[in-house]
T-cell receptor, first 122, second 111 residues
């Protein structure tokens, strides 16, 4: 399948600082990227959907001023957790959906996930 | 209507056995049903997906069975191996829309 990378894979920061997480589609152009957070032993919770060149659409209950999302190109989206606090500690995962590589035979609805970023706020 | 209900919550299967995970949905507008496998500390990986115009799809040891009238779909893992031990998520979406995930099933295959 298509490859999505995330950077960093883990980050530890002090309370009150901001953290930026990058999500890249390596071998396809992602018209849409999604950001999820996942707590231990729980399912994925969608935070926001972003389309290249437009503002992200946030899920109910997600603070858009706290979780800033930028989707500046067809291969890169970033999530910035501003003024992070210990309760923001979680596993953040992005996914990408969009153009399909020639010959891949994938469904156009397919979301490919990144490896995740473990955020720990002290 | 947006929920996808997944069962069981956890499952233990002997090596070589068949693992079966079930999902049910309410929204008849859903037209894409993928299954994802997730190992601890990793992102989910797409296993197999199906659309409602077919009742079954097989890829290697993984098979999706789809029952449109019952609004249910299931994942069968044949000849289950210890390496299959992971968390499995079903999901559903309408074309072009966000995925709705099930709660997940923790599978353990005993050797």
């Amino acid at each position: 399948g298509a490859v999505v990378s995330q950077h960093p894979s883990w980050v530890i920061c002090k309370s009150g600082t901001s953290v930026k997480i990058e999500c890249r589609s390596l071998d396809f152009q992602a018209t849409t990227m999604f950001w999820y957070r996942q707590f231990p032993k729980q399912s994925l919770m969608l935070m926001a959907t972003s389309n290249e060149g437009s503002k992200a659409t946030y899920e109910q209950g997600v603070e858009k001023d706290k979780f800033l999302i930028n989707h500046a190109s067809l291969t890169l989206s970033t999530l910035t957790v501003t003024s992070a606090h210990p309760e923001d500690s979680s596993f953040y995962i992005c996914s990408a959906r969009g153009g399909v590589r020639a010959g891949a035979g994938s469904l156009t609805d397919t979301q490919y996930f990144g490896p995740g970023t473990r955020l720990t706020v002290l | 209507q947006q929920q996808v209900k997944q069962s069981p919550q956890s499952l233990i299967v002997q090596k070589g056995g068949i693992s079966i995970i079930n999902c049910a949905y309410e929204n008849t507008a859903f037209d894409y049903f993928p299954w994802y496998q997730q190992f601890p500390g990793k992102g989910p990986a797409l296993l197999i997906a199906i659309r409602p115009d077919v009742s079954e799809k097989k890829e290697g040891r993984f098979t999706i069975s789809f029952n449109k009238s019952a609004k249910q779909f299931s994942l069968h893992i044949m000849d289950s191996q210890p390496g299959d031990s992971a968390t499995y998520f079903c999901a559903a979406s309408r074309r072009g829309n966000k995925l709705v995930f099930g709660a997940g099933t923790i599978l353990r295959v005993k050797s």
